[in-house]
């Protein structure tokens, strides 16, 4: 399996901050890299596919950048709406894996 | 705007096997890949696999020897069968749309999710 290790695994922060959240595959895995949102109680969302891909209706203060290894999604400046976990998930090989996830809480 | 929707047991129990449905709707369920995620409370997210409308699977390596999913496309749904459950798969269990092509696969359209809770 390839493992996802995000970092950190919570973070604080206030609304108007730019936050970045780190993703690291134990193997390359080119731009198979997705980002998704998941609020208490919700399935998660997809908001970056590809590495760098905005899905369509996300707000672009979201962005994915990365290859290889080492990814980030960054939020330009938080919104309250934006607080939630954030999982990273590798699909290069079939079986796909999971982050451990970042959990972004109010400062 | 597709929309999928699982059912089934909320309570099995040990040794049991658990089975869930997926009904997409909105849109069909041809030529597409469908997966099935679980979550247990207060945990991560694992895939446990995936079936296209051919009927072709892939599976979790960790879960392959309990798992079989199937496919009707004439009702637009998909179905997870997994057996010789634990406590251990207590989990939210969620249907996704696994949208895969040559330079992406991702996860673009879920279920609600599922509470399947394995006790007797």
């Known amino acids: 399996d390839i493992q996802m290790t995000q970092s950190p695994s919570s973070l604080s922060a206030s609304v108007g901050d730019r936050v970045t959240i780190t993703c690291r595959a134990s193997?390359?895995?080119?731009?198979?890299l997705n980002w998704y949102q998941q609020k208490p109680g919700k399935a998660p969302k997809l908001l970056i596919y590809?590495?760098?891909s905005l899905q369509s209706g996300v707000p672009s203060r979201f962005s994915g950048s990365g290859s290889g290894t080492d990814f980030t999604l960054t939020i330009s400046s938080l919104q309250p709406e934006d607080f939630a976990t954030y999982y990273c998930?590798?699909?290069?090989?079939?079986?796909?894996?999971f982050g451990q996830g970042t959990k972004l809480e109010i400062k | 705007q597709v929309q999928l929707q699982e059912s089934g047991p909320g309570l099995v129990k040990p040794s049991e096997t658990l089975s869930l449905t997926c009904t997409v709707s909105g849109g069909s369920i041809s030529s597409y890949y469908w997966s099935w995620i679980r979550q247990p409370a207060g945990k991560g997210l694992e895939w446990i696999g995936r079936i296209y409308t051919s009927g072709s699977t892939n599976y979790n390596p960790s879960l392959k020897s309990r798992v079989t999913m199937s496919v009707d496309t004439s009702k637009n749904q998909f179905s997870l069968k997994l057996s010789s459950v634990t406590a251990a798969d207590t989990a939210v269990y969620y249907c996704a749309r696994d949208l895969s092509y040559s330079s992406s696969s991702h996860f673009d359209y879920w279920g609600q999710g599922t509470l399947v809770t394995v006790s007797s």
């Open positions: 590809a590495a760098s």
């Open positions: 998930q590798q699909s290069y090989s079939t079986s796909c894996t």
């Open positions: 193997q390359s895995i080119s731009s198979y």
